[in-house]
């Protein structure tokens, strides 16, 4: 992606330090105020918007591996290594990778774990119930839907984890799997997202 280009994607404004969605730097939304989610903290590299929405389908529908390098490439140059010990792409269930054929939360995580130098897991946390899919359900519905989704096999104590995904709309599935890790000891949870929704549902 030219510099021209990346220069017009609709980068994230800061906001809230816990979840990222917009509103005045460094204070946490009231969602977040009256209940806090299971991560500490929130990255988002951009909001979901044109045309950022459009690679995000790109990748996931029609396997355009190319947006991934574009993401990647966009992250590393925008954040600095961050002060954890341990990177987690969220888990898709096996029925769906077996539909899709490959995880995007895996294939961006790889070029950010290699460039930091960081531990990329892909075997400690399992997606053990094939949800519904999240897109147009409102946000007790998610949360509903992603009760006791994920497992987590080891130990985490005292590890601060990244949790990686491509968008983050009410927050309800990284909320889910923080809380998993969180019950395996992990001290801190925190996500890096491509794209923030403006606004959740």
């Known amino acids: 992606m030219c510099g021209a280009c990346q220069v017009e994607l609709p980068h994230a404004a ?12 460094g204070v ?18 951009f909001t979901y918007a044109a045309p950022v929405d459009q690679l995000v389908q790109r990748l996931k529908y029609g ?11 966009a992250i590393l140059a925008a954040v600095a290594r961050l002060d954890v010990d341990l990177v987690v792409p969220v888990p898709l269930h096996r029925h769906r990778l077996r539909e899709r054929g490959f ?16 531990p ?7 997606r053990v119930r094939d949800t519904s899919a999240q897109a147009g359900l409102a946000r007790k519905a998610r949360q509903a839907n992603l009760r006791s989704a994920f497992a987590c096999r080891d130990a985490l104590d005292g590890r601060r984890v990244l949790l990686v995904d491509d968008v983050m709309t009410t927050g309800a599935t990284l909320d889910a799997l923080a809380r998993c890790l969180k019950k395996q ?7 890096l997202v ?8």
Do not use: Y
Request: overall charge positive; glycine content about 12%; some cysteine.
């Open 194 to 201: 491509v794209a923030r929704t403006p606004s959740p549902r």
């Open 28 to 45: 946490a939304c009231g969602h977040c105020q009256r209940h806090p989610p299971g991560f500490d903290w929130t990255i988002a590299r």
């Open 120 to 126: 990329l897991a892909l075997d400690r946390v399992t």
């Open 103 to 118: 995880n995007q939360a895996v294939e961006i995580a790889r070029p950010l774990a290699r460039a930091w130098g960081l």
């Open 185 to 191: 000891g992990a001290v801190e949870v925190g996500a």
């Open 14 to 25: 800061a906001g809230c330090p816990r979840c990222a969605i917009g509103g005045e730097a």
């Open 63 to 73: 396997h355009d591996f190319a947006v991934v390098q574009a993401f990647s490439g």
